[in-house]
């Protein structure tokens, strides 16, 4: 089967390789499919998932249908398909006319409207590469081609995101909304959708401005500037893996982003809960380290012993490890965090297949 089928030549980017199940080391796959078994039946049958309050549909909807995506199940077949296509037209069908996808009229959704946005076009970005129909192929281009124009006139000044549109927000932006609308325009021009080159380059210099002299990015620019003491962790490791994701591998920027993780974010006994965001932190931070898989720190850092060097080997076996030993035993869950099961099952289940490589925004 030819999976995400792309258009090679306006995104200059490869074809995703199929669903490798075999690449997940065997001892994780029974935590694998709890967990996938949990989010089957945790969807509500017009097609969404919610968090903790019936909050954020959209956002727990594209993340529960991503964690889905990335088993290898498509709209078409697989064993989670009617799972996905019941998420695909749920969302479609909350495509606004402005391009904005996401329900304006539900109260947890209209104070944060940008983050159910972004991550709804990392999801259908990722099921418009495989979508050989037609005529649905067409729907879910127009989508994302006013999501990706709606992403563009909701930027700040500064060349970031908040929590709603730059108009709605007073021109408020912050890092995390920032990250997740970069690596939605990242899936979409993966998958052949024009995205305008500024865009991207302006929220890359808001990155760059958010970070401190130590290589850490702070919460917000629209309070002055990156001061040293304000680097957010959980914040760094997403700007990581949105320009891993991107292909930058070598630049300066990259790489001071890293070096202040591996400081920050212990990937050993010691960093289990020892900071907020744990789910978020390495729901991003696992993407980042498995594109360096195991040579790639010392690639970028010769100079570094080798028992100091980050590799996906390491962090796989320890993280790893960690995730299926908190992973409710009753249903399959992990019920970590405030936001609730959906999230953070979805989470851990996109750091648990990361080998899987079947979404492009993901490989190596």
Not at 165 to 181: H, K, L, M, P, R
Not at 219 to 244: D, I
Request: charged content about 20%; hydrophobic content about 40%.
């Amino acid at each position: 089967m030819k999976r995400f089928l792309v258009l090679a030549l306006l995104a200059a980017l490869a074809v995703a390789a199929p669903a490798r199940a075999d690449d997940l080391p065997a001892k994780y796959r029974e935590t694998v499919n709890k967990g996938l078994s949990y989010l089957a039946k945790a969807q509500h049958r017009d097609g969404h998932w919610e968090a903790n309050g019936s909050q954020y549909p959209t956002s727990m909807t594209a993340l529960a249908g991503l964690a889905l995506l990335m088993e290898g199940s498509t709209m078409r077949e697989g064993k989670y398909a009617d799972n996905v296509r019941r998420a695909v037209d749920w969302l479609v069908d909350r495509s606004q006319r402005n391009g904005m996808i996401g329900n304006p009229n539900n109260f947890s959704e209209a104070q944060r409207y940008m983050y159910g946005h972004g991550f709804s076009l990392l999801f259908l970005a990722s099921v418009y590469g495989e979508e050989e129909d037609g005529e649905r192929r067409k729907k879910l281009e127009d989508i994302l081609t006013r999501g990706v124009d709606f992403v563009g006139k909701a930027q700040t000044n500064r060349g970031g995101w908040g929590y709603v549109s730059a108009a709605d927000g007073q021109n408020f932006d912050e890092g995390s909304v920032t990250i997740t609308q970069l690596q939605g325009l990242r899936a979409a021009r993966n998958a052949g959708i024009v995205v305008p080159k500024k865009v991207i380059d302006d929220a890359v210099k808001y990155l760059e401005k958010c970070t401190t002299p130590r290589g850490g990015v702070i919460y917000s620019l629209a309070h002055g500037n990156a001061a040293v003491g304000g680097e957010r962790p959980p914040l760094t490791a997403a700007a990581v893996a949105c320009a891993f994701s991107a292909g930058e591998y070598n630049g300066d920027l990259a790489k001071k982003w890293l070096k202040f993780c591996q400081t920050s974010i212990p990937v050993d006994k010691s960093g289990r809960d020892s900071f907020g965001h744990w789910e978020y932190t390495h729901f991003y931070y696992a993407q980042a380290v498995y594109i360096l898989g195991d040579e790639g720190f010392a690639k970028l850092f010769p100079q570094s012993p080798a028992d100091q060097r980050l590799t996906w080997g390491k962090y796989r076996e320890t993280v790893f490890d960690y995730l299926a030993s908190r992973q409710n035993a009753s249903d399959g869950s992990w019920s970590q965090g405030h936001i609730g099961p959906v999230f953070t099952t979805a989470c851990h289940l996109v750091i648990l297949q990361l080998d899987n490589a079947t979404l492009p925004i993901f490989q190596r």
